[in-house]
């Protein structure tokens, strides 16, 4: 990084904040628990994702599974990068700089957190316009989106992102400690030019992402609610269970990514606008006594809940995309069958976009 980041990381790198210690709701049986249980998802989901992509029956598909098996590959690589750094941290009696004598592993970790954190966000949208193109724009969807276009769309988000996250390496933005001390992330609210620019930037690149997936959603449902409900005939089973699943499954993806990322990226943008950093959690709790301090006090403490439920996004991503497909699915289909009209008896596993594809270039 450069000199002003790597002095700035390190002086707040060689101290545990204070007011760390009134952080009860901290433990370690939380990291724990996040690292195991997103390491077991996403490694059974990359698994399922590999095994679907290479059968012979699931060719028309395989676009789909690309983004899936990105998706779980990014989160695993999350959890395996960031979560043994947190769990160091919380063994040594939550004192960062017993594991950070030199101040770089904080913006390591920093850069980690932005990393993974756009990446699911951007395979998301990336995975939410495949399916609206394979519902609004199937004979173009046909022609043009082949597997060799997926990957090179899943490569550029990884390159781009990873640009990104190193601008702090130029100059652009700063990765700093935050309360109650076991954590780095983007530095917020400071009035230098390149630290507002880099807050701002994954902060509106974060909620665009987001508002982009949810839109595109949206626009695939409807798609899908108004074909189910119009008088299809009874040869037409196979599109009712099409349409349910994937129904169920883009109501589940908007969930989690709404539930898990709106919090910190609204906490993020409300922080930049009234010029609220980080660094003001150092001060002890106690000493705090005006609204304004007050109210500093609950962003700190709000800022942390907020990144976990980000973080748990990395954990929920395989069960909402493959995991617990089958089980939602026999939940929720009484629900789906009144809302859409829609059939869902004989529910099986279907490749989605290519027979929702088929399906529409043979209607009239």
């Known amino acids: ?53 290479h059968k012979k029956g699931n060719k028309k598909k395989k676009s789909f599974l690309i983004i899936i098996g990105a998706l779980a590959l990014t989160d695993l690589s999350g959890k395996l990068l960031i979560s043994p750094v947190v769990i160091s941290v919380y063994l040594a009696n939550r004192q960062w700089n017993r594991v950070d004598t030199s101040g770089s592993l904080c913006a390591y970790f920093g850069a980690c957190m932005t990393m993974f954190g756009l990446c699911p966000l951007f395979l998301a949208n ?5 399916r609206t193109l394979a519902i609004y724009a199937p004979h173009y969807y046909s022609n043009h989106v082949s597997t060799r276009l997926t990957k090179l769309v899943v490569l550029s988000i990884w390159f781009a992102v990873v640009i990104f996250a190193l601008l702090p390496v130029v100059g652009v933005g700063e990765y700093t400690l935050q309360w109650p001390g076991t954590w780095c992330f983007i530095d917020i609210g400071k009035p230098a030019m390149g630290i507002n620019f880099f807050a701002s930037a994954f902060t509106l690149l974060g909620i665009i992402s987001l508002l982009a997936t949810l839109v595109c959603n949206f626009a695939t449902i409807r798609g899908l609610v108004i074909r189910c409900r119009k008088k299809v005939p ?37 922080m930049i606008y009234i010029k609220s950093s980080p660094e003001d959690c150092s001060i002890p709790f106690p000493a705090k006594s005006s609204i304004s301090n007050i109210e500093q006090q609950s962003d700190c403490s709000s800022l942390l809940t907020a990144i976990r439920l980000a973080s748990l996004n990395q954990i929920l991503d395989p069960w909402v995309y493959l995991l617990l497909r089958a089980i939602l699915l026999r939940k929720a289909h009484q629900v789906a069958t009144a809302v859409t009209n829609c059939s869902v008896e004989g529910l099986k596993e279907v490749p989605v976009t290519a027979e929702v594809r088929v399906h529409l270039r043979e209607q009239p």
């Not at 990336?126 to 495949?130: D, L, P, Q, T, V």
């Open 1 to 53: 990084m450069s000199n002003n980041t790597n002095l700035s990381s390190g002086e707040r790198s060689n101290h545990s904040l204070p007011g760390a210690e009134q952080c009860t709701s901290v433990s370690i049986a939380f990291p724990v628990i996040m690292m195991v249980t997103g390491i077991l998802g996403n490694t059974l989901a990359l698994l399922l994702a590999y095994r679907s992509y």
């Open 234 to 270: 009874s040869s037409n089973k196979q599109w009712e269970r099409i349409a349910v699943e994937t129904l169920i499954q883009l109501l589940g993806i908007m969930c989690v990514l709404s539930v898990c990322w709106s919090p910190l990226l609204v906490l993020m943008l409300k």
């Open 126 to 130: 990336a995975m939410a316009i495949e």
